[in-house]
């Protein structure tokens, strides 16, 4: 059977566009604001996010509840064109984790498979897709930009969010899945609301 690309897999198993969308957009100022500020990330590891931000909800063609775990059996399962088998796993694991319980080499299968460096990149890049993942309520636009802040003495990342004009996002689910971005760097993290 012929791989499907990210966008092919996604449209087969019909996700909600505008939100896998937004989602990979927040994902990618935040990919982009850790790598200026906290630590560098490689252009390969944003391929595997991108497609993680794209596909971590594909797992709701088969049902809601546990669609994290579905959708990291169905990208095993159908693979994804340009990438290795243990990239796919990478990008599974990154999907398993964007919510839900935090990795654990111990319990989880296809994650403790994974070299040491490989899970590392599972912590981080889930981190930012969890995180992204809890300011995007539905398919609504709620924010124009992120900025981070690190205070390296004391660990500590200041998540800046800039609202769009029509209100202050929502950001109590953003705050209950901020746990694996801190796992990943090794951080506390504080999320505001900037007023312009």
Do not use: W
Not at 28 to 39: A, Y
Not at 50 to 76: P, T, W
Not at 89 to 118: A, F, N
């Amino acid at each position: 059977m012929k791989q499907l690309n990210v966008e092919e897999l996604a449209a087969k198993y019909a996700i909600k566009v505008l939100h896998a969308q937004e989602v990979n957009q927040l994902s990618m100022m935040i990919f982009d604001e850790v790598c200026k500020k906290i630590r560098e990330l490689t252009e390969v590891e944003r391929k595997y996010l991108q497609a993680a931000a794209l596909l971590h909800d594909i797992g709701y063609f088969v049902s809601a509840e546990k669609h994290n775990k579905h959708s990291l059996r169905m990208i095993l399962d159908e693979g994804i064109s340009g990438f290795t088998t243990d990239e796919i796993k990478i990008i599974g694991c990154i999907c398993r984790y964007h919510r839900g319980s935090l990795p654990d080499k111990t319990r989880h299968e296809i994650y403790k498979d994974l070299e040491k460096k490989q899970r590392k990149t599972v912590k981080r890049l889930g981190g930012i897709l969890k995180l992204a993942d809890g300011f995007v309520r539905g398919d609504k636009h709620q924010i124009k930009d992120i900025k981070l802040e690190y205070n390296a003495v004391d660990n500590i990342v200041k998540i800046i969010l800039t609202p769009l004009e029509c209100g202050l996002p929502d950001i109590d689910c953003a705050i209950r899945k901020r746990d694996l971005f801190e796992v990943g760097f090794k951080c506390q993290s504080v999320i505001l609301v900037a007023h312009e």
